[in-house]
């Protein structure tokens, strides 16, 4: 039996999470800090991983993206925006074209080569965005996390209840539906989790409880030989200053929504930030080494999983 795939996704912008907000000064620590701590212990156990970049950031500082490129990294792309207004769940048709073709545009220009995976900010998608996805010339996209129970505590909850019957494995998602397997050429890569995400932000919340979800992976990984899709980002490895008489920006008027998305996660995602997270997020990816888990990238085994769906 071939070992089961291990992809680390890595989201880079702009968002400080000590100022809850987007800052162009926050993407140049990214550049400075979090970039080379990443990279530099990906070259340490020689694993190759999938970058996920909004154009924004790519635009400001190209440089954060060709290092990446330059060490054998999947360059991929994560929208054009971050901002909550342009989320793909509520931009209309036309808006999703266009920062899906300009933002594969500005990476492909970046790097000089063809860019074919995507991750959704924040992870929200409608049902229908397979479509736009193929028409704008990606082949992957990793913006599903199966099964996953916290999207109460971020925006796009109505979409992203979805999670809850989509597939586990890897799958060619439905045009109509990107939940659903179908016979569409768009490669579904979900984010692993078991109930909780198995993200760097639980990660650095609560180490305990991250490693918890271990069991569970090893149990998927000996009945069904099932892929781990491990997403952190740059931003969590950097170490910024907190001016103490910001407040923390109201990112919207339901006060529900700002309690529980704008309160309660931002106390909860600047726990162990900056390097004391490098320790816990190597201790995982030596257990994932430890058992034998493939480390590739994304656009790595499209052909490979199509061949197999032809079969």
């Known amino acids: 039996m071939k070992k089961p795939y291990c992809f680390l996704t890595n989201d880079v912008e702009t968002t400080s999470l000590l100022y809850h907000e987007l800052r162009d000064e926050t993407g ?23 970058f996920f970049y909004t154009s924004y950031i790519a635009k400001l500082y190209p440089e954060v993206v060709k290092m990446a490129h330059e060490r054998g990294h999947e360059v991929a792309s994560h929208g054009y ?7 793909f769940d509520v931009l209309s048709d036309e808006k999703i074209n266009d920062h899906l073709y300009r ?20 992870l929200r998608i409608r049902k229908d965005f397979s479509k736009f996805l193929l ?13 996953r129970m916290d999207m109460f505590m971020s925006f796009g909850a109505k979409h992203k209840l979805n999670w809850m019957y989509a597939p586990r494995s890897i799958y060619f998602a439905s045009e109509d539906n990107i939940f659903k397997r179908g016979d569409s050429d768009l490669l579904e890569i979900p984010i692993t989790s078991v109930l909780l ?19 569970f992976i090893l149990i998927e990984k000996a009945l069904a030989n099932r892929h781990v899709n491990l ?27 700002y309690f529980l998305g704008d309160i309660v996660r ?25 058992n034998n888990f493939e480390f590739t990238t994304m656009k790595n085994i499209y052909a490979i999983k199509k061949q197999e769906n032809a079969r």
């Open 197 to 215: 995400p198995y993200i760097g932000t639980l990660m650095r919340i609560s180490p305990l409880l991250f490693k918890s979800l271990r069991p």
């Open 103 to 122: 933002s594969k545009d500005i990476l492909e220009q970046i790097v000089g080569e063809e860019v074919i995976s995507f991750r959704a900010p924040a």
């Open 231 to 257: 997403l952190t980002h740059p931003n969590e490895f950097i170490d910024e200053v907190l001016d103490s008489t910001i407040k923390v920006q109201r990112r919207s008027k339901n006060p529900i929504s």
């Open 135 to 147: 028409e704008n010339g990606y082949k992957i996209d990793s913006s599903v996390a199966s099964q």
């Open 266 to 290: 931002h106390k909860l995602k600047v726990r162990n930030l900056g390097e004391k997270a490098l320790p816990i997020y190597e201790n995982e990816v030596k257990f994932l080494l430890r």
């Open 28 to 50: 140049k620590v990214v550049l400075e800090q979090g970039m080379p701590r990443l990279l530099d212990l990906y070259d340490q156990y020689n694993v190759k991983t999938t």
């Open 81 to 87: 925006s971050h901002l909550v207004k342009n989320a």
